[in-house]
């Protein structure tokens, strides 16, 4: 059974950091894709960042290029989204997912975790 484990979600203020983990299990991810969305409340669910399955490509929205840096572990099935210089409107539930095609639409990736919060207090 393929599972995504999303970890180190939290409350932090403006211009703080964060990083968030994803491991995933029960599945071969070392060919696959990882991405991270998010969505805030009363939004639609968004794209934050992608990295193909060998880590040598990535892509980022353009609202957090620059402040957020997405890596695998060595390993392939572990995924992270390291966060500086957090805003407000930053606050969200994140999401890890994973699929096939390295994209920034979330139609390709067919697994996905249960979410983590992130708080950005001003």
């Known amino acids: 059974q393929v599972q995504l484990v999303e970890s180190g979600g939290g409350l932090v203020q403006a211009g703080g950091s964060l990083r968030l983990s994803c491991a995933a299990s029960?599945?071969?991810?070392?060919?696959?894709?990882m991405g991270w969305f998010r969505q805030a409340p009363g939004k639609e669910r968004e794209f934050v960042a992608a990295i193909n399955w060998s880590g040598g490509s990535t892509y980022y929205a353009d609202s957090v290029k620059g402040r957020f840096t997405i890596s695998r572990g060595d390993a392939k099935n572990t995924v992270y989204l390291q966060m500086n210089s957090l805003k407000p409107e930053d606050t969200a539930v994140y999401y890890c997912?994973?699929?096939?095609?390295?994209?920034?639409?979330?139609?390709?990736?067919?697994?996905w975790g249960q979410g983590t919060q992130v708080t950005v207090s001003s």
């Open positions: 029960g599945g071969t991810f070392s060919r696959y894709a």
């Open positions: 997912s994973s699929g096939p095609v390295f994209s920034q639409s979330p139609r390709p990736y067919d697994y």
